[in-house]
């Protein structure tokens, strides 16, 4: 079976939205996007790169963000990567045929059709961002991993990654590692 593993850029207070850029994400009247960018650093590019090679796994919104930038950028060593890695996309309102080579669209039953791929055979697969498919699989039990990238910065705004609706769960912290602007890239794993 293979792992599903969450990849998170979250703010101290949970918030999830926008860390990219300050267009990436504005819904609800978000102004703040981008925020993550100023905390990037070698620590950070070295611990983030150890699961390239991995399939991917996005939510719509996440995958039309990601096709729109990554295969027009030259000379960075990720776009070849993301460029050949299988990448599958949850959603129902997509039906066109995906323009980014190697993607797969599921729909349908969004925790039927995760739970069936995570049972095929492969390696596993990333979540990069895409927060509404994040939640609904934490809902099904479907996430193996969560890795959080808290940046020590305090939003009170925004989209958080686990809303108050969320139902008790706890997590094993089973890796951490600190970066050279204060961000924490914490890996959990849900306790049995």
Request: with cysteine; proline share 5%.
């Amino acid at each position: 079976m293979r792992k599903i593993v969450a990849v998170e850029n979250v703010s101290l207070d949970g918030v999830m939205q926008a860390p990219g850029g300050p267009d990436e994400d504005t819904r609800g009247g978000f102004t703040l996007g981008g925020w993550a960018a100023s905390y990037h650093d070698d620590v950070m590019m070295r611990e983030m790169s150890r699961g390239f090679g991995q399939d991917l796994l996005f939510g719509r919104r996440t995958y039309e963000q990601f096709y729109e930038f990554w295969p027009k950028q030259e000379g960075n060593p990720f776009t070849e990567v993301l460029n050949n890695a299988a990448k599958y996309v949850v959603s129902n309102s997509l039906h066109a045929e995906l323009p980014w080579v190697n993607s797969t669209l599921l729909s349908g039953d969004i925790a039927t059709a995760v739970a069936t791929l995570r049972n095929q055979p492969g390696s596993d697969l990333t979540i990069i961002g895409s927060g509404e498919l994040v939640r609904c699989l934490t809902e099904h039990a479907l996430i193996d991993e969560y890795q959080l990238l808290i940046h020590p910065v305090l939003l009170n705004s925004g989209r958080r990654l686990f809303p108050d609706t969320g139902s008790f769960a706890e997590l094993e912290l089973v890796n951490s590692v600190t970066t050279t602007t204060g961000v924490i890239i914490a890996t959990y794993r849900p306790r049995d």
